[in-house]
């Protein structure tokens, strides 16, 4: 499984694949800095899974989540947020995403949604050409 994690604290992506590719082998992790680069790995790259922060430079969250939607939207996604309130969880849901995390966050939490986010029922789109 391709595994995309889409944030601009290069701690936490760190943090993220090493704990991923240890508790779950056999998984690739690809990694984007911000939205843009998000877009471009999923043009290039299958990806089955999509973890991304929503405040990043250059292209936040929000926006990667809509133009991701326009280009595969069943790709399975999981917000990041430190801010969870109720304005976030709509704004969220409005653009299908209904998986989130809170940060910090446990690893446990984590864990639980990953394992969901796989076992889901999920169709896979086409590798679009940049």
Same mark, same amino acid.
């Not at 391709?2 to 760190?14: G, H, Q, S, T």
């Not at 250059?58 to 304005?87: H, R, W």
């Not at 709509?90 to 809170?102: D, K, P, S, W």
């Given at each position: 499984?391709?595994?995309?994690?889409?944030?601009?604290? #290069?701690?936490?992506?760190?943090?993220?694949?090493?704990? *991923?590719?240890?508790? =779950?082998?056999?998984?690739? *992790? !690809? /990694?984007?800095?911000?939205?843009?680069?998000?877009?471009?790995?999923?043009?290039?790259?299958? &990806?089955? !899974?999509?973890?991304?922060? !929503?405040?990043?430079? &250059?292209?936040?969250?929000?926006?990667? /989540?809509?133009?991701?939607?326009? /280009?595969?939207?069943?790709?399975?996604?999981?917000? =990041?947020?430190?801010?969870?309130?109720?304005?976030? /969880?709509?704004?969220?849901?409005?653009?299908?995403?209904?998986?989130?995390? #809170?940060?910090?966050?446990?690893?446990?939490? !984590?864990?639980?949604?990953?394992?969901?986010? =796989?076992?889901?029922?999920?169709?896979?789109? #086409?590798? &679009?050409?940049?």
């Amino acid at each position: 499984m391709n595994i995309l994690i889409v944030d601009d604290n #290069e701690f936490l992506l760190d943090a993220l694949s090493t704990w *991923i590719t240890h508790q =779950m082998p056999g998984n690739r *992790i !690809l /990694i984007g800095f911000n939205g843009r680069d998000g877009l471009e790995i999923i043009k290039k790259n299958p &990806v089955d !899974l999509i973890m991304t922060d !929503l405040c990043m430079p &250059v292209m936040n969250g929000y926006a990667f /989540i809509e133009q991701k939607n326009s /280009i595969c939207p069943d790709i399975p996604l999981i917000a =990041m947020t430190s801010d969870c309130s109720s304005e976030v /969880i709509q704004r969220l849901n409005r653009l299908g995403v209904t998986q989130y995390l #809170e940060k910090p966050f446990q690893f446990a939490s !984590l864990a639980d949604m990953l394992l969901k986010a =796989m076992h889901a029922d999920q169709n896979r789109c #086409e590798v &679009v050409p940049a």
